[in-house]
T-cell receptor, first 114, second 113 residues
Framework: AQTVTQSQPEMSVQEAETVTLSCTYD???????LFWYKQPPSRQMILVIR??????QNATENRFSVNFQKAAKSFSLKISDSQLGDAAMYFC???????????FGKGITLSVRP | DAGVTQSPTHLIKTRGQHVTLRCSPI?????VSWYQQVLGQGPQFIFQ???????GRGNFPDRFSARQFPNYSSELNVNALLLGDSALYLC????????????FGQGTRLTVV
């Protein structure tokens, strides 16, 4: 069974600085997707960034980038120039193309200090 | 364009009752998935429906059931509610069956007393 582990329950970052959120996963599949989702207090899960396992290049979306280490089964999220609006729960998730099932980690609470 | 809409946003039920939660996917999306998110945890997969057929089921008891309608909207039904069913129920829609991109609604907060 696939598992996703986020071992850091909380992190804090100073506004304008950079923070890295860690995630590891376990799977026997060779083709899969990895995601980072943001969940603010409004509860809606918002897709931050997506990585396809067959792509060696790390995904980037503006201030958000990932460090995807397939052999180590590691998928970390780097947030640059942190903003107050980045404060939220962040979930790492895994999925395959066979169905729409996403497996989520427990999440990490990110706070941003002004 | 409207995103994924869920109703109601909150509700309170008594143990033993039945509840129906509703989800309307993004226009053109044919896949709807349901997740349960207990406070302080990540969402857990309950069901996926694609083209009105069940395509995936998570590790939930038979008290949980769902269906998808011809317009691709979906209902999640839970019978004989338990206190442990209190959670945020999230609906996600995607264009096709795979998980290339899933869009979530704001969820229904269910409290069982």
């Amino acid at each position: 069974a696939q598992t996703v582990t986020q071992s850091q329950p909380e992190m804090s970052v100073q506004e304008a600085e950079t923070v890295t959120l860690s995630c590891t996963y376990d799977t026997s599949e060779s083709d899969y997707y990895l995601f980072w989702y943001k969940q603010p207090p409004s509860r809606q899960m918002i897709l931050v960034i997506r990585q396809e396992a067959y792509k060696q290049q790390n995904a980037t979306e503006n201030r958000f980038s990932v460090n995807f280490q397939k052999a180590a089964k590691s998928f970390s999220l780097k947030i640059s120039d942190s903003q107050l609006g980045d404060a939220a729960m962040y979930f790492c998730a895994y999925g395959t193309g066979a169905n729409s099932k996403l497996t989520f980690g427990k999440g990490i609470t990110l706070s941003v200090r002004p | 364009d409207a995103g994924v809409t869920q109703s109601p946003t909150h509700l309170i039920k008594t143990r033993g009752q039945h509840v129906t939660l509703r989800c309307s996917p993004i226009s053109g999306h044919k896949s709807v998935s349901w997740y349960q998110q207990v406070l302080g945890q990540g969402p857990q997969f309950i069901f996926q429906y694609y083209e009105k057929e069940e395509r995936g089921r998570g590790n939930f008891p038979d008290r949980f059931s769902a269906r998808q309608f011809p317009n691709y909207s979906s209902e999640l039904n839970v019978n004989a509610l338990l206190l442990g069913d209190s959670a945020l129920y999230l609906c996600a829609s995607s264009l096709v069956r795979g998980v290339a991109e899933a869009f979530f609604g704001q969820g229904t907060r269910l409290t069982v007393v």
